[in-house]
């Protein structure tokens, strides 16, 4: 080696790369799974329908329908239980076809080739996780503002009305993690058929369509009870006025009780997915 050689040797800088388990690595990487899930959404018209143009309509249908019947029935305007409902279905739908993607993911060989690059390997866990958070935010946002037309009104304080639209969030995720578990496990059919049983029985035993009051005496502690009665009510009483508190606490509690039960089963699926793709 020349000393013109050995001299310019010495001046390059030397770099120190971090290791892949490291916090800010993680961080990165996750940004970065995050965004590609976003851009592949976007390219998707039917995702872009999903996440625009379904919750719309189905919210005028809703309105047209049922909401003089249920507001006559309980005394109050049935859009702010119909708008509430209708950003936690859009919640639960998208996280199936997230699942339904990562299901492609596996059997196309990206997620075994993501494995074999020096990348954090939770980021596409968490980077997934994260697109549904962003998503299901655009969703609650539109759902609401095209509410407002249709009579829905929002809070003059701030903070009321940013905790609303974080609560379709605070739900999501929770219900992302059981149904990214559930998809780790499953086949698409199964897949399917299990979380549309589930979001059947859900959608129709809630108080977004009819007041508790509505169901049998024998099956009100249950719908008072289950994840998206806990949501709508605390959406109800964040937007119209009414306990907050308490259904607050119960979606939070849902929310992490989701997480602690599926997001192991989660973690380990997805790893053994990408090992035998």
């Known amino acids: 080696m020349t000393t013109t050689t050995m001299d310019t040797a010495a001046q390059l800088p030397v770099v120190h790369t ?4 490291s916090v ?5 990487h996750s940004l970065l799974q995050c965004k590609r899930l976003l851009m592949v959404w976007l390219r998707d018209p039917a995702t872009t329908i999903q996440i625009i143009a379904y919750p719309a309509v189905t919210l005028l249908m809703f309105r047209i329908v049922l909401g003089n019947y249920i507001t ?8 702010y239980g119909q708008a509430a409902l ?3 279905i859009a919640a639960m739908t998208g996280a199936v076809v997230s699942a339904l993607g990562f299901k492609r993911e596996k059997a196309t060989g990206l997620l075994s080739r993501f494995y074999t690059m020096p990348i954090n390997k939770a980021s596409l866990l968490t980077g997934r996780l994260l697109a549904e958070m962003l998503r299901i935010l655009i969703t609650t946002v539109i759902v609401l503002l095209v509410a407002v037309p249709l009579g829905f009104l929002f809070m003059e304080n701030p903070l009321t009305n940013i905790a609303l639209i974080c609560v379709p969030v605070l ?3 929770g219900f992302a993690v059981m149904v990214t578990a559930l998809a780790t496990i499953t086949e698409g059919v199964m897949l399917i058929s299990l979380i ?4 059947t029985l859900l959608m129709f035993f809630n108080t977004g369509f009819v007041p508790i009051a509505a169901y ?13 009665s806990c949501a709508i009510e605390a959406m109800k009483g964040l937007s119209y ?19 602690a039960v599926f997001a192991y089963p989660a973690i380990r699926g997805y790893k053994r997915a990408a090992e035998t793709s």
């Open 86 to 88: 209708l950003t936690l």
């Open 72 to 79: 006559a029935y309980s005394g109050m305007p049935a859009i």
């Open 216 to 228: 049998p005496t024998w099956l009100q502690t249950i719908v008072a009870n289950q994840p998206m």
């Open 171 to 173: 739900f999501g995720i």
């Open 18 to 21: 971090k290791p892949e388990s």
């Open 241 to 259: 006025g009414g306990p907050v508190a308490e259904p607050l606490l119960k979606t939070v509690a849902w929310t992490v009780g989701m997480i």
């Open 196 to 199: 549309g049983i589930l979001n």
């Open 24 to 28: 800010s690595v993680w961080f990165a």
